[in-house]
């Protein structure tokens, strides 16, 4: 674990790194759920694929960020049925680009097709914003460590974090991830440490 709190530590934005133990897991598992069932009013439904991978890793760790931190592109989709209408943009010029063009709706950092959007069914299931995850490189270099991904919490689960945290109300704090990795202890150089990993997630 050292090795990747240093990794962490040296990676540019990253200001925070939390170690998330069980409770903490069953905490986020509980907020999830309650961020699901509350619908947004433009997009319905609400699938966050990336946190639920990362709560099934072996290990559960989560990090927050300042703005040099390179945020992840394409993460978002829209979903009408298997169709994907919109998703999010972080390069600010290209989401100036669709504001400025008739075809399409931006709401905050999410662009939507217009001609879509009014082609769907008023019968079938509602939108569905789906949260993908990332995978996270950074660390996979490290012995034991594989699979690692990272993903966008909900805004339950950010203020969960940022408490946990102690950082709620800091500035330079702009963002929350929640960080997955699977481990395998015969390559653990420190098992004695491994061992101690497992017994809190």
């Known amino acids: 674990m050292d090795k990747v709190r240093i990794k962490l530590n040296s990676t540019k934005g990253i200001e925070q790194i939390l170690v998330l133990n069980y409770a903490d897991r069953m905490k986020i598992i509980d907020l999830e759920r309650e961020d699901e069932k509350v619908k947004s009013v433009l997009f319905g439904k609400k699938n966050n694929l990336g946190v639920r991978q990362a709560l099934n890793c072996d290990v559960l760790m989560a990090f927050l ?42 709401f905050g950092n999410i662009v939507v097709e217009l001609d879509k959007l009014a082609k769907k069914d008023p019968s079938a299931d509602p939108i569905c914003m789906v949260v993908n995850p990332k995978p996270f490189p950074y660390i ?62």
């Open 65 to 106: 960020t300042n703005r040099e931190f390179g945020w992840p592109e394409n993460v978002i989709k829209l979903m009408d049925g298997n169709q994907i209408i919109g998703g999010d943009v972080v390069d600010p010029v290209k989401l100036q680009e669709y504001q400025d063009h008739s075809g399409y709706c931006v």
């Open 140 to 201: 996979d270099h490290i012995p034991g460590v594989s699979d690692a991904l990272m993903a966008s919490p909900s805004r339950f689960t950010d203020e969960y974090l940022r408490m946990r945290s102690q950082s709620k109300g800091k500035k330079g704090c702009i963002g929350t991830f929640l960080l997955g990795f699977n481990i395998n202890s015969h390559l653990f150089l420190n098992h004695a440490e491994c061992a101690s990993v497992r017994g809190i997630v």
